[in-house]
């Protein structure tokens, strides 16, 4: 015998099982295709009325190698490669850059163009240019409707809302400028506006321009925040700066203006030493001047008074040596004030020394006070950017302290040596000075007289030809000083950034599959009733005997009066299989039974019974359902007489028995209500009836109360041949089912076999066929071998095609009825 393989039955039960649900929510199409369209069109819409934002992005390079001298001091800072631009960073998104920006830019005044649709900002595309006075008072974040009435006049109007405007409600404007006709270039003033409009795009006679002017306040708020910072990789010190702007222009200018703000300032800070030493030196030469003009009037007349053209060549050379110690003397004298100068800043504990000058200006050659002297500056200039966005306890700030505390307690030392030094040399001069002074002592009085007037023109003539060279040098040096930090990239173009429209479109075509796709699954997981023969095979234990459609005609009778229907063929399919079920049976007793009224055991009784008189079996129906009788309304007759008039005694098992019109076929109704149906289903009566049924009867038929509600229907099933449960689609709750399955795992009950019914959808789908589980099949309506055989007739079928003419809101609706 050949080994079953297990493996590939569960492969093949596995696609199975896909198939059966693609094919279970794909049915859902109309839904899915509705949901989809909305919700593209709604998209669209959006997109339509939504003002487009983009990123601009502009980059910078910033030097961030720390001085040497400032890492030596900061022993924390030995083997770090001086990389933090946090302040930069900081620098960047601040107000005070944001203010300087803003300098070079038109952004005090915003322009739009007059829609029904979105704002549109015309920024530099406007016909007109605003200039406001910020120093007078003036209505802002107001519009304003200006229209050009001519290249030489205009008119300022109220704004009027839009079509999409839902909140029609605007900040009270100036409302003596409305209404008016003004010339271009005039300066339009009023007690709360002040400004000029320029017309520079003429020829746009007729055209509307809505103006609104914009406090420099806020808006460098609102910039400062909209600039994003950030840094490139790690290993890099290039910044990237971006921002989000409705009018690409717009971010682009600002963008540029920002980095080039930044490299205007940090240049203005390289060059502020530079300016503090031209200051320095134009004034000393100021005091020079006029010493240096006075005395070469007093050599001048001295000579003409004196007849002196000239001097020995021993005068000559002892004047020239003094001269050269006082220039001497005076440079060192002009260190030893830088020196002592230097000395009162570091006893003020000051931390600003941007006002300090670099020693190598002076012409002091000392590298290491040259090194300190420039590191403090740097430190303090990086303070003083620091402090223009955080506050003295924040932690780069007090790190910035640390550092400038220690450099300046070595510049302190260096400057105290300096000055001891510088002193000593003075004195060693000033005393070659005495002894050449006692030298001159012996020379003529006129000779030495005109000495000390050459010696002090000398030494003030040194002093400002030396302080001269200085300026010089200092105002090469600001002429020539560049930024440390670069623009990589300029702002150019812009990104779109919102909305996302190929984003939102899939976005759009996703949410409208899942919307409905996720209601139905929700519907499906909280709806508990039993969706298709899947779900009842999986919720009912007991074995499927048929599966009756459902019927869409006005009757209950549908055997008798459609009996080519396909309805009418499953009740043939099924009298099939109880008849091969009750084969050994002379008279097959069948009971029908369901959990819970509505389910469809009443109409399953009588069609069964039909079929079988249509099968030429004398077959009687009886309604067991006493509480709540329907069997005798479905036959047009009165319910006064019946069954439970038998059970109590009052008529004959023969009374109760009544033809119908149709051959083979009779019924017995409930009769009235009695108030103990259940004792009156349990008494001898009842047997004796059906003994009589059994006589003279092919089929009987049994139509009970729900087993689900009501307790005799389990004794009853003992009586009967084939106990028939029908349950129907949508409708029978899986919890209900748990009663029978306990009885018939248990043996309780016995010949008990389901009847699904109410069939929309059995749960297979392959080539037109609807398969069910069981022991027949029922072939659906779109088979056409149903409708050459059955004959569901032309008309039946005329009405299918028309059917497919109705419109999709109808088909939605039809899909979706509760069967």
Same mark, same amino acid.
């Given at each position: ?83 933090? *631009? ?207 003009? &006075?005395?070469?009037?007093? *050599?001048?007349?001295? /000579? ?10 021993? #005068? ?8 050269? *110690? ?46 300190? +002297? ?24 007090? /790190? ?10 070595? !510049? ?13 040399? &003075? ?42 060279? /200085? ?30 429209? &190929? ?26 009733? +039993? ?16 599966? %009756? ?28 299989? +109880? ?46 359902? !006493? ?39 009779? #019924? ?28 003279? #009867? ?38 209900? !089912? ?21 069939? %929309? ?7 037109? $066929?609807? $398969?069910? $589980?069981?022991?027949?099949? *029922? ?5 056409? $071998? ?34």
């Amino acid at each position: 015998m050949e080994k079953l393989d297990l493996s590939q039955l569960d492969n093949e039960e596995k696609a199975l099982e896909i198939r059966y649900v693609v094919a279970k929510y794909s049915r859902y199409w109309p839904w899915y295709t509705l949901f989809i369209l909305i919700f593209v069109i709604a998209t669209y819409l959006f997109h339509r009325y939504t003002v487009e934002e983009y990123e601009v992005r502009g980059s910078l390079v910033i030097k961030t190698n720390t001085s040497p001298e400032a890492r030596i001091l900061d022993r924390s800072n030995i083997f770090n490669s001086g990389v933090n *631009l946090e302040n930069d960073i900081l620098r960047l998104r601040s107000k005070n850059l944001a203010r300087e920006a803003l300098k070079k830019l038109h952004f005090d005044v915003e322009y739009y163009a007059k829609t029904n649709i979105k704002d549109i900002e015309l920024y530099d595309r406007s016909p007109i240019r605003i200039d406001v006075d910020w120093n007078h008072l003036q209505v802002t974040d107001t519009p304003v409707e200006l229209q050009i009435l001519s290249d030489e006049n205009f008119k300022l109007m109220p704004p009027e809302g839009s079509v999409l405007d839902f909140n029609p409600a605007q900040a009270a404007g100036d409302e003596s400028v409305f209404n008016k006709t003004y010339t271009f270039g005039q300066e339009v003033e009023t007690a709360r506006s002040k400004f000029t409009v320029h017309l520079v795009n003429p020829g746009r006679v007729g055209d509307i321009v809505i103006f609104k002017f914009i406090s420099p306040g806020a808006l460098e708020d609102r910039l400062a925040r909209s600039v994003n910072v950030s840094l490139e990789n790690q290993y890099s010190s290039v910044l990237n700066l971006t921002t989000t702007t409705k009018v690409v222009e717009k971010g682009r200018d600002y963008i540029n203006a920002l980095m080039e703000s930044y490299i205007d300032y940090d240049l203005n800070e390289k060059n502020k030493i530079q300016e503090n030493t031209i200051a320095f030196i134009e004034e000393q030469l100021g005091y020079l001047e006029d010493s240096l003009k &006075q005395k070469e009037r007093e *050599l001048q007349e001295f /000579k003409v008074e004196n007849k002196l053209l000239d001097v020995s060549a021993e #005068f000559s050379n002892i004047l020239s040596k003094m001269n050269s *110690l006082d220039e001497q003397n005076a440079e060192l004298d002009y260190q030893l004030n830088y020196f002592e100068e230097i000395k009162r800043y570091m006893e003020q504990k000051s931390k600003d020394f941007s006002d300090v000058i670099a020693p190598s200006v002076i012409g002091v050659p000392d590298p290491l006070l040259n090194g300190l +002297i420039q590191t403090l500056v740097t430190l303090s200039q990086d303070r003083r950017k620091l402090l223009a966005t955080v506050n003295e306890n924040h932690p780069e700030v007090i /790190k910035i302290d640390v550092q400038m505390e220690k450099v300046q307690d070595a !510049l302190f030392e260096n400057v105290v040596n300096l000055i001891e030094n510088t002193r000593k040399q &003075q004195r060693t001069i000033q005393r070659e000075i005495s002894n050449y002074d006692a030298e001159f002592a012996t020379l003529p009085e006129s000779e030495s007289q005109y000495t000390g007037i050459f010696r002090e023109f000398k030494l003030r003539e040194s002093l400002y030809t030396y302080l001269l060279e /200085k300026r010089a040098e200092a105002g090469i040096a600001r002429a020539s000083n560049v930024s440390d930090n670069a623009i990589l990239d300029t702002a150019k173009q812009g990104t779109l950034v919102f909305p996302k429209k &190929q984003q939102n479109y899939a976005l759009a075509i996703v949410l409208g599959f899942l919307v409905p796709f996720g209601f139905i699954v929700m519907r499906d997981i909280f709806d508990d009733s +039993i969706k298709d023969q899947r779900d009842l095979k999986k919720h009912f234990m007991i074995p499927q005997l048929g599966v %009756i459609g459902f019927s869409t005609k006005d009757t209950n009778k549908v055997v008798l009066e459609h009996p080519k229907s396909a309805v009418a063929e499953s009740f043939r399919s099924l009298r099939s299989a +109880i008849t091969y079920l009750a084969s050994g049976k002379n008279t097959k007793k069948i009971l029908v039974t369901s959990s819970v009224s509505g389910e469809g055991k009443t109409f399953t009784s009588l069609n069964l019974a039909s079929a079988m008189a249509l099968g030429s079996k004398k077959t009687v129906v009886v309604g067991g359902d !006493l509480r709540r009788p329907k069997l005798a309304v479905y036959f047009n007759h009165s319910d006064k007489v019946g069954l439970s008039s038998y059970l109590i005694g009052k008529v004959e098992a023969k009374d109760i028995v009544i033809p119908t019109q149709h051959e083979n076929l009779y #019924f017995v109704p409930s009769g009235v209500i009695p108030p103990n149906p259940a004792e009156l289903l349990q008494t001898q009566r009842l047997k004796d009836f059906l003994a009589y049924l059994e006589s003279e #009867f092919d089929v009987v038929i049994f139509d009970t109360p729900p087993m689900g509600l009501v307790s005799e229907t389990i004794d009853l099933m003992r009586l009967f041949d084939i106990n028939l449960y029908v349950v129907r689609q949508n409708y029978t709750n899986k919890d209900h !089912l748990v009663m029978i399955n306990d009885l018939f795992n248990n043996k309780q009950v016995t010949n008990v076999y389901g009847v699904f019914n109410g069939i %929309i959808n059995s749960g297979y789908h392959y080539e037109g $066929y609807n $398969y069910g $589980y069981g022991n027949t099949y *029922l072939y659906s309506q779109n088979n056409k $071998y149903m409708y050459n055989y059955y004959g569901e007739d032309l008309e039946t079928k005329k009405k299918k095609i028309k059917g497919k003419k109705l419109s999709l809101g109808k088909k939605i609706k039809k899909l979706f009825r509760t069967r």
